[in-house]
Nanobody
């Protein structure tokens, strides 16, 4: 499984970005797909996940109501729509695939993309 994340960039506080994660193969029918982020000097943290069928999603409390995860099964792409961005959202964002279908633990993810940097200025 290969994952390619894109869509990061520099945005002002209050703005929006949409991250994309393109997956190879039949990933969407086999794995749950998640987004994690890692700020400088900090641990990698869970952001959101969508299950194998795309029917269930789960987000961390820190982004709930601002970020939304969605999947495009036909094109094997998972998105993270990020609205009302704040400086504390600045991080490298990683997409990942998990055989556990839906998990917020990094240890349950088997494949990781290379990360895309999101910088939010105040």
């Amino acid at each position: 499984v290969q994952l390619q994340a894109s869509g990061g960039g520099l945005v002002q506080a209050g703005g929006s970005l949409r991250l994309s994660c393109a997956a190879s193969g039949r990933t969407f029918r086999t794995y749950g797909m998640g987004w994690f982020r890692q700020a400088p000097g900090k641990e990698r943290k869970f952001v959101a996940v969508i299950n194998r069928s795309g029917g269930s999603t789960y987000s961390s409390d820190s982004v709930k109501g601002r970020f939304a995860i969605s999947g495009d099964n036909a094109n094997s792409v998972v998105y993270l729509q990020m609205n009302r961005l704040q400086p504390e959202d600045t991080a490298v964002y990683y997409c990942a695939a998990s055989r556990s279908s839906i998990s917020h633990f990094a240890r349950d993810y088997n494949y990781w993309g290379q990360g895309t940097l999101v910088t939010v200025s105040s």
